[in-house]
Each structure stands twice: as structure tokens, then as C-alpha cells.
């Protein structure tokens, strides 16, 4: 078996290609919800965040985790609720055709 | 928490993440694709939580209602023009807290040789974590109006961002040789300072672009801090991030008939490139998908 940093490796490039092809063909208008979607997704910091309040007898540390958590927890709950606040704008209207 | 069954669960919160991102890039399926995107996140904090050898459960409750409360009622609160701004200001929390999980973990193993490729990753999280703390703050800032939209250029200033650079490359040397705290602090503060000074120069207009940029960056801190705590979920969903906004940012330069290297360095005016039709109307430009999604949404049309 390869050492971890090498499976590290291969996981993090494998998943750059996806990430590069999800996004290949996206109309301009959906740009700005896309953007604030994967910024969402970013907010996975808090996985790191959680297991940094984990460390002992360190009470800088202590506080490095708890800004760590509150500030990953804007990015996830703030990130989330403004993209679909974003999508709701693209339900379609009940509108009486004129043509 | 056996690991096997947390690295399969990790998997299929990745898995939620590229579904969800996928949805996104199509009007009709997009909402569902950010819940889905959301139901991912909230597995990988379940498994977290579950797996996690030691948690104070003190510090991450008073953490996380705070944190939740203020991203919530930010998220609710803002004006729908005001959201790239918010966006902004959300990626740059995500910086801070992947350079902070580092910085924490710095001061658990201080003393203790760490391995050269652990430090230069903490170093390089800290470095792209502060950078985009501070240049997302400044995006969000002159969206907002709080700074100028026009860009804020002085002479030498390409010089003089190159010099910090060159002196976080320093201290980045020091710390790794050394390995002590005070080395590593100052890569963190130059870099905070460094996530200023690069976004500042860049007109209003072009901050969607930067906005889309510095996510990625947000996207590849968290991935370096994935490396250095060995968590496989970060490492995936930092690298999804930290490519699509790549590809997303070039897309936004592409829609504006603009390079990256223009948008960046270029202290271009905010109208600058803008078409102007003759009498002195605006000219807006469109794509066919553009069109036909507008035409679907719009309330109503006039023929």
C-alpha cells in the first residue's frame, strides 16, 4: 500500500478533474447561484473545526476551534439558505399567455 | 466509529456534493441540487461528530449557535441584489476556519517534529486561509460600499505585493526549519494583509470574477487542512470547490470578453469593455440558454 499522503494525492486530483467537468457548460444566469452553492460546499471546514475542539490542555488552541466552528457554521447554515433563497426566484410563474 | 465505515460515509457525502453541484447548473433541478448538496454536508457533520476521538462538546455547542444564528439571519436578511456580496463574506469565513483548524493543530503538535510535507501543508492552508479571509472581507466591502468600487491603486504596487510574498516564502522557510509558533504566525499576518492589498486594486464590477476565484481558494484551504488533519471528506470537497470555481471564474471572465490576468492585474475602470450602442443605450449581450431561461422565468413577456 502507497503511504497515506499518496492516496491523499490521488483522491484530491481525481476530484479536481470532476469538479472541473461539472461545471463545464453553465449559462451566465446561473453563475452567481453556482458560485454561492459550491461556496456552501466549502463550508466542509467544519468536519476540520469539529476534530480541532478535540485538542487538550491548549486553551489557545480552544480558541482557534471555537472561532474555527463558528465561523465554518456561517459559511455552511448563511451559504445553504442563500443559494436556495436565490433559486426560489426561478419558480415559474402562473402567467396568462398574451400571444 | 470503525474508520472504514467513516471513510464510506465520507464517500457518499462526496458523492451528495457532486450530485448537488451538478443540479445546480440547470434552473429546473438546481434547488433540489442544493438540498441535496446540504443533506451531504449534514451526514459528513453526523459522521464527524460519531467518529471523532475527542470532541468538547462545550466549545462546539457555543460555537455552532453562534456561528448558525449569525450565518441564518445574514442569509435571510440580505437583499437579493446584496448576495454576491454575502457570498463573498460567507467564503471568506470558510477561509478563516480551514486556516484556524491549522493553526489549532499547529499548536498541538508544536515541539514535536512533524514531518517537512505535514508543515509546508499547514503552512500552505494558513497561507491561501488568510488570504482569502482578508480578500473576501474587501470583496464583500466594496459591493457593499463600505470601500470604493473604483480600484485603489498606488505606485509600486505589484512590487510591493510581490515583496510580501517573498517575505511569506521567508518566514515559511523559517517556520519549517524551526518549526515555532512565532515563524508561523507571521506567514498569517502577512498573508492577511497580503488577501488586502491583491483584491483592492480591482474594480466593483470585476468582483464577481474574484468573488468566484477567491471561493476556490476558500475550496483549496480546506483541502490542504484535509491533508494535514488526514480527513478524506475535506480533501474531496476542497478539491471539487477549488476546480469548479477555477472554471467558474474563467467561464465569468469568458461571459464578459475578459482575461483572468486582465481582471486581476489589469486595475481596469468598472465600465471598461462595456459595448455602447449608438444614441447611447445600453447594450446587454446574451447567450441563447440565457435567453431561453429568462423567457421560461419571466413573469411576463412583452412581444
Known amino acids: 500500500m502507497p503511504a497515506p499522503v499518496i492516496i491523499g494525492i490521488v483522491v484530491f486530483v481525481l476530484a479536481s478533474f470532476v469538479g472541473f467537468e461539472l461545471i463545464a457548460k453553465v449559462p451566465p444566469t446561473l453563475h452567481t447561484p453556482l458560485m454561492s452553492g459550491s461556496n456552501a460546499v466549502s463550508g466542509i471546514t467544519i468536519v476540520g473545526a469539529i476534530v480541532a475542539t478535540g485538542i487538550e490542555n491548549d486553551t489557545l488552541a480552544a480558541v482557534f476551534a471555537f472561532v474555527a466552528v463558528a465561523a465554518a457554521m456561517i459559511n455552511v447554515v448563511g451559504g445553504y439558505l442563500v443559494t436556495d433563497r436565490m433559486l426560489g426566484m426561478f419558480r415559474r410563474p402562473k402567467r396568462e399567455e398574451s400571444e | ?303
Not at chain 2, 464510506?8 to 434547488?31: D, E, H, N, V
Not at chain 2, 517534529?113 to 491561501?128: A, G, W
Not at chain 2, 506567514?187 to 476556490?216: E, K, Q, R, T, Y
Open chain 2, 1 to 303: 466509529m470503525n474508520a472504514n465505515v467513516e471513510a464510506i460515509l465520507y464517500l457518499i457525502a462526496a458523492i451528495a456534493f457532486i450530485i448537488g453541484l451538478k443540479r445546480l447548473g440547470s434552473p429546473r433541478t438546481a434547488r433540489r441540487g442544493n438540498m441535496i448538496s446540504g443533506a451531504g454536508m449534514a451526514l459528513a457533520v453526523v459522521v464527524t461528530l460519531v467518529a471523532a476521538d475527542r470532541v468538547s462538546w462545550a466549545v462546539l455547542a457555543a460555537g455552532a449557535i453562534i456561528g448558525s444564528l449569525i450565518g441564518a439571519v445574514l442569509a435571510l436578511r440580505v437583499k437579493m441584489t446584496a448576495m454576491p456580496q454575502m457570498v463573498a463574506a460567507f467564503n471568506g469565513f470558510g477561509g478563516l476556519a480551514s486556516a484556524l483548524v491549522v493553526g489549532a493543530e499547529f499548536l498541538k503538535t508544536e515541539g514535536r517534529l512533524v514531518p517537512v510535507e505535514v508543515i509546508l501543508t499547514m503552512i500552505l492552508s494558513v497561507f491561501i486561509g488568510a488570504v482569502t479571509f482578508t480578500g473576501s472581507m474587501v470583496a464583500y466591502a466594496k459591493l457593499q460600499g463600505l470601500l470604493s468600487g473604483s480600484p485603489i491603486t498606488y505606485a509600486g504596487q505589484k512590487i510591493a505585493n510581490a515583496l510580501l510574498f517573498a517575505g511569506i516564502l521567508g518566514f515559511a522557510v523559517w517556520a519549517q526549519a524551526t518549526q515555532q509558533s512565532l515563524p508561523f504566525l507571521v506567514v498569517g499576518l502577512i498573508s492577511l494583509g497580503l488577501g488586502v492589498l491583491v483584491v483592492i486594486p480591482i474594480g466593483g464590477a470585476d468582483m464577481p470574477v474574484v468573488i468566484a476565484l477567491l471561493n476556490s481558494l476558500s475550496g483549496m484551504a480546506a483541502a490542504a487542512t484535509g491533508f494535514v488533519i488526514d480527513n478524506s471528506a475535506l480533501v474531496i470537497a476542497g478539491a471539487l470547490v477549488g476546480a469548479s470555481g477555477i472554471i467558474l471564474s474563467l467561464l465569468m471572465c469568458e461571459a464578459m470578453n475578459r482575461s483572468i490576468a486582465n481582471v486581476l492585474f489589469g486595475a481596469f475602470g468598472a465600465t471598461a469593455g462595456q459595448p455602447s450602442a449608438p444614441g447611447g443605450g445600453d447594450v446587454h449581450t446574451t447567450t441563447p440558454d440565457d435567453l431561453a431561461i429568462a423567457l421560461t422565468y419571466a413573469a411576463r413577456r412583452v412581444p
